[in-house]
């Protein structure tokens, strides 16, 4: 059993029988009463977001998941493909259960977690540093990097982030998808 104060971004609770996601978590110890926890808790299954107050050290049943690598095949235009690298099975998740925020990195052929529960993947968690090609960018200004100023790029597979200006179309970067944000030419 563990407790509020465990909370950590990307844990994963029972509640009544279902499996949520902590997506945000704030410890709050206001000047009068006691201290409470404010977090927002993500449905596995079906996306839902849940707003949920706890008392500070209040316990919580933590489930513990088992990773295994899984590969992006395809999508249908419902469902998102994986196969499990182990068993190779074919795994549909919907675009709800992996979110929009890992949808925008995800390109065919990428190995990715899959993260299991009772013998089923339930959520799948992409690498935080990708390695991807731009396709499309404003030309670079010679001699204006001093500046140290940035540019949009779009990456091949429709994502956006900030590069710098010495970055060309056709080059590969890589990315941390956790916060958008450019790291180094490949």
């Known amino acids: 059993m563990a407790t509020t104060t465990d909370f950590r971004n990307g844990m994963v609770l029972e509640i009544d029988g279902q499996l949520f996601q902590v997506v945000y978590f704030q410890h709050v110890k206001p000047g009068k009463g006691g201290a409470f926890v404010r977090s927002k808790l993500k449905n596995v299954r079906s996306g839902a977001v849940l707003d949920r107050t706890w008392t500070a050290g209040e316990k919580v049943s933590e489930v513990r998941l088992e990773r295994r690598p899984v590969q992006y095949s395809y999508s249908d235009g419902h469902l998102r ?15 709800d259960v992996i979110g929009a925020d890992q949808i925008k990195y995800l390109r065919e052929g990428m190995e990715c977690s899959g993260l299991v529960h009772d013998g089923t993947v339930i959520m799948i968690e992409l690498p935080f540093f990708i390695e991807l090609e731009v ?52």
């Open 81 to 95: 493909h994986f196969m499990d690298m182990q068993s190779y099975d074919d795994i549909p998740i919907t675009d």
């Open 135 to 186: 396709v499309e960018t404003d030309p670079g200004l010679r001699g204006d990097t001093a500046s140290g100023g940035t540019k949009p790029a779009k990456l091949e597979t429709g994502a956006v982030v900030q590069v710098p200006l010495f970055i060309e179309q056709g080059q590969k970067i890589k990315v941390d998808r956790r916060d958008d944000k450019y790291l180094e030419r490949v």
